[in-house]
């Protein structure tokens, strides 16, 4: 069975670009996280979907929004890129939101933003 | 306080020695608690979910201490492979919200 996927794998952007990440959940999987991890750092939880509703949000701003779409996929949309946007971007799925249910993750997109 | 900490290190150990992480986590009402190992520029992966029982898995043991709210992690007999950054991961919330937290990580360094 195929895994999490996301794409791009790398992208670099200058400051105040736009950016769209995308990521497909393994098959069966109604829940979409996505991460950020600075280098050095453990990853940061920016947002949770579940058949398509948000059912989590970190601490951060509102350049960073979410969907999800019917099929269980998933996009990250960050507007004004800082220089501080630049890390991995990891996407993660699971079979639903429980406590237990355990995050799969998917190898991520590098986002440079110069 | 941070919600998950744990050392960064790194800890430089020779094949075959026994090391143990610990991470403490200060939300008492956390649901569940997982380690992830995460290679160099690669996602994490899950290495296993801790129970208050404990659980083993091979030369992997995990505990968890709800009264003093921390969770360890015990490595065996430690091989070159086992070189990579081991992530604590907390899940505090609750049915229908999941609030996953990551501690830093701490890499690992098997050396022969």
């Known amino acids: 069975d195929a895994g999490v996927t996301q794409s791009p794998t790398h992208l670099i952007k200058t400051r105040g670009q736009q950016v769209t990440l995308r990521c497909s959940p393994i098959s069966g999987h109604k829940s979409v996280s996505w991460y950020q991890q600075v280098l050095g750092q453990g990853p940061q939880f920016i947002f949770q979907y579940y058949e398509k509703e948000e059912r989590g949000r970190g601490n951060f701003p509102d350049r960073f929004s979410a969907r999800q779409f019917p099929n269980y996929s998933s996009e990250l949309n960050v507007n004004a890129l800082l220089l501080g946007d630049s890390a991995l971007y990891l996407c993660?799925?699971?079979?639903?939101?429980?406590?237990?249910?355990?995050?799969?993750f998917g190898p991520g997109t590098r986002l440079t933003v110069l | 306080r941070k919600e998950v900490e744990q050392d960064p290190g790194p800890f430089n150990v020779p094949e075959g020695a026994t090391v143990a992480f610990n991470c403490t986590y200060s939300?008492?009402?956390?649901?569940?608690f997982f380690w992830y190992r995460q290679d160099c520029r690669k996602e994490p992966k899950l290495l296993m979910s801790v129970y208050s029982s404990g659980n083993e898995d091979g030369r992997f043991t995990a505990q968890l201490n709800r009264a003093s709210q921390y969770i360890s992690l015990l490595i065996r007999d430690s091989k070159l492979s086992d070189s990579a950054t081991y992530l604590c991961v907390v899940n505090s919330g609750v049915w229908g919200y999941q609030k996953v937290t990551f501690g830093i990580g701490t890499k690992l360094q098997v050396i022969p």
């Open positions: 939300n008492s009402a956390s649901q569940s």
């Open positions: 993660a799925s699971s079979l639903g939101v429980g406590s237990t249910d355990t995050q799969y």
